[in-house]
């Protein structure tokens, strides 16, 4: 009995000190498109790229926002607009920059990964205040980002306006 205890205890020694088979990634979630694929919880370092991104147009810095893009960008506006480009994004923020002064300010992030592809995404919500002839008007955005070698290739925005503030009654 002894013996067998021993061999026992052996074996059980053994086998922790055998390199574990790696375990196999589950995410959650689903994409359509590629079937199999699932997220799950990234890393802060795209946070951090994401808010470099934020602060460069909040300077209003296009040179910034150009090195922190992908050549081929993709932008997807709440509008339809299509940008492929830097060049075209960088067009279209020129114009926006002078027309309304834009400024973002997220509110939430989330980074997440693809899970069997591994690309870097990043869920955002913002509020972005444009001042046009003097008035302030807020949009609610969320954008979906994904993010390759500290570059910016694509993003989605969808936009919506906040509901109105109750001014509070003298009763309350």
């Given at each position: 009995m002894k013996k067998l205890f021993l061999y026992t205890l052996v074996l059980a020694f053994a086998s922790c000190a055998m390199p574990a088979?790696?375990?196999?990634?589950?995410?959650?979630?689903?994409?359509?498109?590629?079937?199999?694929?699932?997220?799950?919880?990234?890393?802060?370092?795209i946070t951090d790229v994401w808010n470099k991104y934020l602060e460069a147009h909040n300077n209003g810095d296009i040179e910034a926002i150009k090195s922190m893009?992908?050549?081929?960008?993709?932008?997807?506006?709440?509008?339809?607009?299509?940008?492929?480009t830097k060049e075209e994004q960088a067009a279209l923020l020129e114009a926006w920059?002078?027309?309304?002064n834009p400024k973002w300010e997220a509110y939430w992030a989330m980074p997440y990964k693809s899970v069997p592809s591994g690309a870097d995404w990043i869920i955002a919500g913002h509020r972005v205040t444009e001042?046009?002839?003097?008035?302030?008007?807020?949009?609610?955005?969320?954008?979906?980002?994904?993010?390759?070698?500290?570059?910016?290739?694509?993003?989605?925005?969808?936009?919506?306006?906040?509901?109105a503030q109750e001014e509070p009654s003298a009763e309350q």
């Open positions: 088979e790696e375990a196999e990634v589950k995410g959650v979630g689903f994409f359509t498109p590629i079937p199999g694929e699932s997220f799950i919880a990234g890393s802060d370092e893009s992908a050549d081929s960008i993709y932008v997807s506006g709440p509008d339809g607009t299509v940008l492929r920059f002078a027309a309304a001042t046009i002839d003097g008035e302030e008007k807020v949009t609610l955005q969320m954008i979906d980002g994904e993010i390759k070698d500290g570059k910016v290739e694509r993003f989605f925005v969808y936009a919506a306006t906040p509901p």
